[in-house]
C-alpha cells in the first residue's frame, strides 16, 4: 500500500500513483478485483497509429512546456500528457486516455504538461491512464475528501468544451491497464473549489462567538456611560475647563483653642436653652442656661413673667430637643426666675464663676436668641463694673422695678437674649444678661418690653448675686432682700440719699427696731457712701445695699446738719413671693 506525501493511509488502491506532476514509473497493470463489483469487461483495443497521428498532428511551432531530452529510466515519461488545464486538478475521466508511449522524454516533475493532442482541447483532464494503473492518488491541502456520487451529483458541472459529453464514446483505454475505479473516487478532485449551491459547513472556531461579541459591546457600552456620566457630574459641579476658579485655602482641621470665642462657644452652647412663653394676655421669646441635672434653668422674671399662673412655657435645646417647663420661683426685685424641665436626659449644666474677680477689659461672650435666632453668639468686653441699673416699672407701682450692680458690656446684646449666659474666657458664666440701652428713644434702660437694637450698652446680673437668689428659688420658692428698715426721699435731686423726713402711706420714715434704728439712722439724714463707696441717689443706695446678702455688715457714711458722720449696721431682711 502506497503512503501519499501528505502521510495519510488511503485505502487499497490496485497502484501507487506519483505526486501529482511527476512522471510515474512504469507498473504492470493490476487486475481490478481489489474493488469490489460486478466484473469488468476488458476495454477496447486503440485504434493503431493513434500515437503516431496525435504526434504527427503537432504543429511545427506549437509551444513545449518541456524541453525534450534523455529518458530517466527511474521515472519513464509516457508518450502523451494530458493538456494543462485551466488550473490544476485531479479529475477522473469517464474513459481512460492512451498508454504512455516507450519514446516519450521524462519533464521536470511538479508542473503542469500541455497535450501533444491538438484535438484534446483546453478542458481535457489530467492523465488518467497512470491512475488507472496506480489506483492511488497524492491528496493536497484544500481538497475536500471523497464525496459520494450521490452527494454530488446534483451540483456536477457540464462537460467542459471540446470534450464529449456523458455517453459519448470515448477513447479506449489502453491494453493491459485496468478500467478507472467507479463511485466516490471518480468524483473526488482535491483542486477544486466548493461546488456551487451545495452545503458549505460553517468554519471551525467561529460557532458560539456572538455571545462573547456582544457581552464585551455591553461592557463597553456600560463602562463609556459610567465614564460619560462622571464627567458631566464633575463638570456640573465643578464647572467647566476653561471656568474661572479662584483660589481658596485649604480647609482646617482639628479644634479651636479652649480660650478662643469658637473654643467658648463650642464649650457653653449645649448648656444653653430658648424659652416660648405664651399667656393668657401676651407672649414671648427670652433665653436660659442650665443649672444642674435636675433639670432647674435661670432666666430673667421678665421672661417667664407673661406666662402668668395658667400659661405655658416651652424649653428648646441647643440640639433641638424641646420639653415644657414650670415656674419654680420667681423675683421681681432682681429680675430672676428658675423653671424646671422633667424626664430630659443629658443635660449640660454650665460653670458658675465668680464676678467679683471680673477686672474691666477681660473679654466676654454672650450668648442667646435674639428675635428668636436661637444659639446666638456675640462678643466683647467688660466696659464697667458695679453700674447701677434699674429695669421694669411698667406697672407704675414700683413692683416690677429691678435693682441691679450689674455689669457693662459691649457684646451685642438685644431682646431675646434676656436671661442667658454672659461667660468668661474659660465658659464659666459670671452674669445673665439682662437689659440694654436702647437708641430708639434714650429714655433708659430696657428690660425686654421695647424691640430697641444694642448700641454696645448691655447689661447683666452678676453671677454671685444671682447665685444667691436662685438658690433660695430653688430651695423656698423665694427670694429675700436685704433691707437697711428706713424710707428714703426718691424724688432728692441732691447729691446722695436722703431719708424721708415724714411717713409715708403710714408709715415711719425709720422703721422702728429696724437695722437702720439700731444703727441710730435718723429722718432726714443724708447717707453719701456704702463701704466707703459714693452713693449719688436713693436707686444707686437700693442697689448697693440688694448687691449683699441679709446679715452682712455694712458701714455707712452720711451726714446730718452739715456733719458727715459713719455708722455701722447689719441688713436685715425682707422676703417676695
Do not use: C
Amino acid at each position: 500500500m502506497a503512503t501519499p506525501a501528505q502521510g495519510t493511509v488511503l485505502p487499497p488502491q490496485p497502484g501507487p500513483l506519483p505526486p501529482y506532476g511527476a512522471p510515474a514509473a512504469p507498473q504492470p497493470a493490476m487486475p481490478a478485483a481489489p474493488y469490489p463489483g460486478p466484473p469488468q469487461s476488458p476495454p477496447p483495443a486503440a485504434p493503431p497509429g493513434t500515437a503516431a497521428e496525435e504526434r504527427s498532428t503537432q504543429a511545427p511551432g506549437a509551444d513545449q512546456p518541456h524541453p525534450a531530452g534523455a529518458a530517466d529510466t527511474a521515472h519513464p515519461r509516457p508518450a502523451t500528457e494530458p493538456a494543462a488545464p485551466h488550473r490544476p486538478g485531479l479529475q477522473k475521466p469517464a474513459a481512460p486516455q492512451p498508454a504512455p508511449g516507450p519514446a516519450a522524454a521524462p519533464r521536470p516533475t511538479g508542473l503542469p504538461s500541455t497535450p501533444l493532442d491538438p484535438a484534446a482541447g483546453p478542458g481535457a483532464g489530467p492523465d488518467t491512464s497512470q491512475e488507472g494503473a496506480d489506483g492511488a492518488f497524492v491528496p493536497h491541502p484544500g481538497d475536500g475528501g471523497p464525496r459520494p456520487a450521490s452527494a454530488t451529483a446534483p451540483y456536477a458541472a457540464g462537460p467542459p468544451p471540446g470534450t464529449a459529453g456523458p455517453g459519448a464514446p470515448g477513447p479506449a483505454a489502453a491494453p493491459g491497464h485496468a478500467p478507472a475505479p467507479h463511485g466516490a473516487w471518480q468524483q473526488y478532485d482535491p483542486w477544486s473549489a466548493p461546488l456551487p449551491g451545495g452545503p458549505v459547513a460553517p468554519p471551525p472556531g467561529r460557532r458560539g462567538r456572538r455571545g462573547p461579541l456582544v457581552a464585551g459591546a455591553v461592557a463597553l457600552a456600560l463602562l463609556a456611560g459610567g465614564v460619560g456620566g462622571g464627567i458631566g457630574a464633575y463638570v456640573e459641579r465643578y464647572g467647566g475647563i476653561s471656568d474661572i476658579k479662584l483660589p481658596q485655602s485649604a480647609a482646617e482641621e482639628g479644634d479651636r483653642k479652649p480660650d478662643s470665642v469658637a473654643g467658648i462657644a463650642q464649650t457653653a452652647l449645649p448648656g444653653v436653652v430658648t424659652l416660648h412663653v405664651r399667656g393668657s394676655a401676651e407672649q414671648g421669646t427670652g433665653t436660659g442656661f442650665v443649672l444642674d441635672h435636675q433639670g432647674h434653668i435661670l432666666t430673667n422674671n421678665h421672661v417667664v413673667e407673661p406666662a402668668g399662673s395658667g400659661g405655658e412655657i416651652s424649653v428648646t435645646f441647643s440640639g433641638g430637643q424641646t420639653a415644657k417647663a414650670k415656674v419654680v420661683g420667681r423675683d421681681g426685685g432682681y429680675d430672676l426666675a428658675v423653671v424646671q424641665v422633667e424626664g430630659v436626659a443629658g443635660l449640660r449644666p454650665l460653670t458658675l464663676g465668680n464676678s467679683d474677680s471680673v477686672r474691666v477689659g477681660d473679654p466676654v461672650v454672650a450668648i442667646g436668641a435674639p428675635f428668636d435666632l436661637a444659639n446666638t453668639v456675640t462678643a466683647g468686653i467688660i466696659s464697667a463694673k458695679q453700674r447701677p441699673i434699674t429695669a421694669g416699672g411698667q406697672k407704675g407701682d414700683g413692683s416690677d422695678v429691678s435693682y441691679v450692680d450689674a455689669l457693662q458690656t459691649d457684646a451685642p446684646i438685644n431682646p431675646g437674649n434676656s436671661g442667658g449666659p454672659l461667660v468668661d474666657a474659660k465658659a464659666r458664666v459670671i452674669g445673665i444678661n439682662s437689659a440694654i440701652r436702647a437708641a430708639d428713644n434714650g429714655s433708659g434702660l430696657d428690660g425686654g418690653g421695647s424691640q430697641g437694637g444694642s448700641i454696645g450698652l448691655g447689661f447683666a446680673i452678676p453671677i454671685n448675686q444671682a447665685k444667691r437668689v436662685a438658690e433660695e428659688l430653688i430651695n423656698t420658692g423665694r427670694a429675700t432682700h436685704p433691707v437697711i428698715g428706713v424710707t428714703l426721699e426718691m424724688e432728692y435731686a441732691g447729691d446722695g440719699a436722703r431719708v424721708s423726713g415724714r411717713s409715708k402711706d403710714g408709715k415711719q420714715p425709720v422703721t422702728p427696731g429696724g437695722p437702720g434704728a439700731k444703727a441710730g439712722i435718723k429722718a432726714g439724714d443724708v447717707i453719701t457712701k456704702v463701704d466707703g463707696a459714693p452713693v449719688h441717689g436713693g436707686e444707686e443706695l437700693i442697689v448697693k445695699i440688694r448687691s449683699h446678702r441679709p446679715g452682712d455688715t455694712l458701714v455707712l457714711t452720711l451726714q446730718r446738719g452739715g456733719k458727715e458722720k459713719s455708722v455701722r449696721l447689719s441688713l436685715g431682711s425682707s422676703s417676695t413671693g
